[in-house]
């Protein structure tokens, strides 16, 4: 039996209504091509992918439109084939609503593949299969855009891996992308995990999936049976158990400190679409052009679709039947950790796992925010075991120094305290904005040290030319005052042997 019952339960969370049943009904539906496609540059943590393609330039699918650019990046491949219509500046989806170069493609409606071809990845060293993930756009799918070649590295070097977590808990109400995968691409994940498995070397592979998710948990379950180091784990549905380092407590009772990464404990951990998206690249030569989304919430249609990359969020939402009460709020990721999309009229990233039509009751007029009665509910709820109240008084009162060394920057932003708070306390926003504060402080000061470090050198730089100016002046007048001599002595010398030559000729005139 491949199930292993034991669990760890961490302290805090709380169990909010998951509403997922909304978007399960039905499968995942192929989108297809959507009018035009709008790739974002940057849909990565990292720097702006490096364009590789001009306008007017046709490409195809799958052809790289901007690579990678150094380590901490990721490629952009073309999610059909098409003319490159424009690379301007885009409103893409992101909590601060400004926007970012994107490329523009015009689909030409044949989808035509550019040549792909698999790896021989068990052949080659990691080393390899690393600079090949670079390429391929791949980035951790459950919302945080990281890339991927960045994990496969860590500790793999030093032979110190042990575990692979394959992060299926999906914790998040609404969110049910990698349920449906689980359910629909059973197989592809299991071969996916025996892959990322072997190249990571570990002694073995661990699914941590909440017990809510019993279709797939039943369905892994039979999938398993006959393998050897492959175990499922469910954990209770507790909110935010998909938290990487929530999560590897709940399956391996290890806390990992917050200076450490869970590959110094020996644990890498990857989300349930991350796993298929390296193994369809690795097996099959595909690279990051489409992902699964929930469309959900206040919808006639809600479900999950297989979106291309680029896709406009709108003509999904009218794919879904538009919203059943207008009221043109949206949610990208969970009601949660999400943020307020500041139009539809975006692209579909590599990070948007969920969007969420907001139901009534998330939009109607807000709650009075009453004083904070010291209840201590929202310390009890932290997952991080933080003192959220006081966290809330310092950020407040932009006690800054003090909300820090009450450990601020520990802090998930999960919103469970927000969620317990009797006095409708935003404790959340309250975090985020102190936490920008400090960063914003941080900036201003990294900006006044390198702006006196300038002034220093450029005074010390001056000073230097002062005196190197002065130095040349002397030399030049010494160089000056020895000619002077030298003219005279021989102006002198002249004279007398003038005279010398005058008295010899009167000599002879004697
Ligand atoms: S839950 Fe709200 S009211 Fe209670 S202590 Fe925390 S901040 Fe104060
Ligand atoms: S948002 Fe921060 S302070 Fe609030 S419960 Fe989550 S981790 Fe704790």
Redesign the pocket.
Known sequence: MKVFEKIFKFN?GIQAKTKKNISTTSPIKQFGLPSKIILPLRQHIGKLAKLKVSVGDHVLKGQLIAEADGNVSAAIHAPTSGKVLSIEKQLIPHPSGLPDFCVEIEPDGKDKWVQIKPTNWKKIDLEKVNKLLLSSGIVGLGGAAFPTHLKLNHGKAENSLKTLIINAAECEPYITCDDMLMREKTNELILGIKLVHEILGVEESVIGIEDNKTVAINLLTKAIENEKNIFLKIVPTIY?SGDAKRLIYLLKGIKIPKSQRSSDYGIQMFNVATIIAIYRFLEFGEPSISRIVTITGNLRSPRNYEVLLGTPLKEIIDAAGGQVIKNNTFIMGGPMMGFKLPSINVPVTKAMNCIISSEPDMVEEKKPVLPCIRCAR??E????????QE?FWFSKSKQLEKAEEYNLF??????????VCPSNIP??QY?RFAKSEIIEERQEQEQANIARERNEFRILRLEREKQERAERNALRREQSSNEDKTKLIEEKRKAIADALKRIEAGGEEQ
């Open positions: 805090g935010p929202c310390a709820a932290c997952p991080v075991q933080l003192q959220p966290l520990d802090c998930i932003e999960c919103g469970c305290c927000s969620y404790l959340v975090y």
